[in-house]
């Protein structure tokens, strides 16, 4: 066996997103619920079934085409399926397969669903060509059971599954339900809208934060769900703010009255530091590009820091509304995003700002809907020009050109934040061009 | 020539979707005859066939079986 990862808990959901069309769905639940009793059967793992909302491992059938899923599949035979290792959840199979039960025609959906989820719960291929774990599928059995690599492959990952564990399971007999333990941190849901930080980080990949985990915004969803601290090691969750500079390839994060610095996944030598120029408890951050500085704001007020200048905050805290017109006080979060605007987030709703800083008619708006590709409890008419969710990857060049407009020469305006709207630097009013 | 003309592409298209021939980073698409070979044996070691190095018929077949689309971590150069 091969050991690719595992999951830091052993209670883990799934959720069944579709089903194939060649088999009747009770048919299809069954074989993929007595998948994962395999596993479960050798090894201290539980899984409880959710029909809604987010979930460790998620299945689901795709084929030559999928907008959540860069492999595409390539039609009946060859690959039948594929899974990301943990902790990432993802479990796809082949939709143009004939999927079957109870036959040696077509392809089991049991055994295969069986093989991805020992992926998914972090085994690679093993060398036994009759381990369930082997690369090539060895055909429909019977009376299919897990091969010994296999078993001692799962339990090198979670342990042996001990008796007390057995009977508890026997008396409960609920196959697929049984109680999850609360996660010490609850993992958020998205779709609250709510958000400890955002950052548009390094390759443009959008980041939110919330509690003590951290996903991907892209143009077609959401990515999973991570701790903090599995990404950026030493991190800790419940951040105030997070800010990543292209100028230095810094990311800075924000807690109480530490700063944390890190290079892409890498924590910098000599941090944490302590803040010391700037009040602590900060509630967001963002990098303007347009003059190359990082802006932190609390409460009313903000400071614009130059990275590589020598710091001097004798003039700060400024009043955020003196600057950024429109936008709340104790902002959540805020971020320079790809299409040259400023966003600011607050509670559920977030804001929009032009390039004068100004927030654009028709803000706020709700963030889950127009970020978080959560279904609107009432339609919301499509911003008018607004917010084109974010691009699958790095730079939307459609995007930019409809969004952004911007002429070279607008950009290679160097403003001095410094001063005050209706100074002549700011008020640029885009040409025609720009 | 280990593949002939016709099963270059799709054999060699398989070992490295499979991880049985590493992509070189810098270096041309087209591989040596002895990564090839080497590549072939592997595969043909953990697929428990005669292991020749040649693209014989036996192996050619194995390709064609269905599988998952994860790498085979059966090479242990190309594993690390």
Redesign the interface.
């Known amino acids: 066996y ?1 050991l690719l990862g595992r999951w830091r808990k052993k209670h883990l959901t799934f959720r069944i997103l579709n089903l194939p069309s060649t088999l009747p769905p009770h048919t299809a639940r069954a074989a993929l619920l007595q998948a994962f009793r395999y596993w479960s059967n050798v090894a201290p793992l539980t899984f409880r079934e959710v029909q809604a909302g987010w979930a460790d491992i998620r299945l689901s059938f795709h084929g030559r085409q999928s907008p959540y899923c860069s ?1 595409p ?1 390539d039609g009946p ?7 990301d290792i943990p902790e990432l959840g993802s479990v796809h199979f082949d939709e143009d ?1 004939l999927w079957t039960e109870g036959t040696s025609g077509g ?1 089991n959906l049991r055994i ?1 669903a069986a ?2 989820l020992g ?1 998914a719960l972090g085994l ?2 093993s ?1 036994y ?1 009759q381990a369930l774990m082997a ?3 060895a055909g429909y059995r019977a009376h299919f059971k897990l091969h010994p690599d296999d078993v001692a492959g799962i339990q090198a990952l979670y342990g042996k599954k001990s008796p007390e564990i057995e009977d508890e399971e026997e008396e409960m007999e609920l196959p697929s339900v049984p109680h999850v333990p609360t996660e010490p941190s609850p993992m958020p849901d998205p779709c609250s809208g709510e958000l400890d930080a955002m950052m548009l980080g390094p390759r443009g990949k959008t980041y939110a934060f919330k509690g003590n985990y951290v996903w991907t915004v892209t143009h077609s969803g959401l990515g999973p769900l991570f701790q903090v601290s599995a990404l950026w090691e030493g991190l800790p969750g419940n951040l105030d703010a997070a800010v990543y500079s292209p100028r230095t390839q810094w990311i800075h994060f924000f807690k109480g009255d530490k700063v944390w610095r890190y290079i892409n996944f890498k924590m910098s030598p000599g941090f944490p530091k302590k803040l010391n120029r700037v009040e602590p408890n900060l509630d967001a951050a963002l990098y303007w590009p347009f003059n190359q500085k990082v802006f932190l704001f609390k409460g009313s007020g903000y400071w614009q820091w130059d990275e590589l200048a020598p710091v001097n905050f004798s003039h700060y805290p400024k009043p955020i509304k003196g600057l950024f017109t429109g936008v709340p006080t104790q902002p959540s979060a805020a971020m320079s995003w790809r299409d040259g605007h400023v966003y600011f987030f607050k509670d559920k709703q977030y804001w929009r700002l032009n390039r004068q800083l100004r927030v654009e008619k028709g803000y706020p708006r709700d963030t889950a809907q127009n970020w978080m590709h959560c279904h609107p409890q009432t339609t919301d008419p499509a911003p008018s020009g607004g917010d084109a969710p974010p691009s699958a990857t790095g730079t939307d060049h459609s995007a930019i050109g409809t969004t952004l407009d911007t002429t070279s020469t607008a950009i290679d305006t160097t403003l001095n934040i410094d001063h005050l709207p209706g100074d002549p630097i700011l008020d640029i009013t885009p040409s025609a061009t720009g | 020539w280990a593949l002939g003309p016709a099963g270059k592409e799709t054999a060699v298209d398989y070992l490295l979707q499979y991880g049985y021939l590493q992509k070189p980073l810098e270096g041309p698409d087209d591989f040596r005859a002895e990564d090839i070979m080497e590549a072939l044996r592997t595969f043909q070691e953990a697929s428990e066939l005669p292991v020749s190095g040649q693209l014989d018929d036996a192996t050619r077949a194995r390709m064609r079986q269905p599988r998952c689309g994860l790498e085979d971590p059966f090479n242990q150069k190309t594993l690390k």
């Open positions: 091969l492999k599949f035979g060859r690959v039948l399926a594929h899974a397969e392809v295969i093989h991805e992926h690679g291929h060398r060509t690369p090539v599928y």
